[in-house]
């Protein structure tokens, strides 16, 4: 069977470094990562991956989205949280950039590397 490159649109991206404080006893700590909302074909599966340049201080997320049918379904909001470990420099500001693994470009902004209480 064929799978299908689509290209969804990328609405936003953030990153989330953690917390900075231990949740209550018997609560799972949440993993740092990069979200990404996304408006797709329901039926696509989306993977990603990051690579990050601390000499340019950039954070890379690249994705894939793959369908096995072209169907022409409305595109639906979609979020993919990519789990990475946090850049090295706490307190820098990163560019954030999101792109398809054929290089398209699909999102750019910016974050600081810090942790949410």
């Not at 000499?55 to 169907?71: S, Y």
């Not at 379904?73 to 946090?86: A, M, N, Y």
């Amino acid at each position: 069977m064929s799978v299908f490159h689509v290209t969804p649109k990328v609405t936003n991206a953030s990153f989330f470094a953690g917390l900075g404080v231990m949740p209550p006893p018997g609560t799972p700590l949440p993993e740092p990562g990069y979200n990404i909302q996304l408006m797709v074909n329901p039926t696509a599966k989306v993977s990603g991956t990051v690579k990050v340049d601390e000499a340019k201080r950039t954070v890379t997320v690249i994705i894939d989205a793959t369908v096995k049918n072209l169907t022409q379904q409305k595109d639906r909001p979609k979020e993919l949280f990519v789990p990475s470990s946090p850049p090295e420099h706490i307190g820098d500001e990163y560019k954030l950039r999101v792109k398809l693994a054929q290089g398209k470009i699909l999102f750019e902004g910016k974050f600081s590397n810090v942790l949410n209480p």
